[in-house]
């Protein structure tokens, strides 16, 4: 069985940070590509930042410079490194593992950003 779990998620003030983490059983994790992505209220589900299985990474143009993502095949987790956080980042955050059109998710973390 396939399991994707979120945890780090939590509230802070504008301009701090968090550690998103996703631990992943029932997959061989190093061969997907792994992806966070976020929904905010009234909005519709965003890719956030993403990681090859090569360590390329990808992000979206809003979080470039502030989020970091990375993966520890050994340890099957992929984290999201959060700083400047800011009002509008507040979502749930969500880990996707993908490979070949098959998709897996968390059900997410909660991440609130006060201003």
């Known amino acids: 069985q396939v399991q994707l779990v979120e945890s780090g998620g939590g509230l802070v003030q504008a301009g701090g940070s968090l550690r998103l983490t996703c631990a992943a059983s029932?997959?061989?994790?190093?061969?997907?590509?792994l992806n966070w992505y976020r929904q905010a209220p009234g909005k519709q589900r965003e890719l956030v930042a993403g990681?090859?299985?090569?360590?390329?990474?990808y992000y979206a143009d809003s979080v470039k410079g502030r989020f970091t993502i990375s993966r520890d095949n050994a340890k099957n987790t992929v984290s999201l490194q959060m700083n400047g956080l800011k009002p509008e980042d507040t979502a749930v955050y969500y880990c996707?593992?993908?490979?070949?059109?098959?998709?897996?998710w968390g059900k997410g973390t909660l991440v609130t950003v006060s201003s």
């Open positions: 990681i090859y299985r090569g360590g390329s990474t």
């Open positions: 996707n593992a993908e490979l070949y059109g098959t998709d897996y």
């Open positions: 029932g997959i061989i994790f190093n061969l997907y590509k």
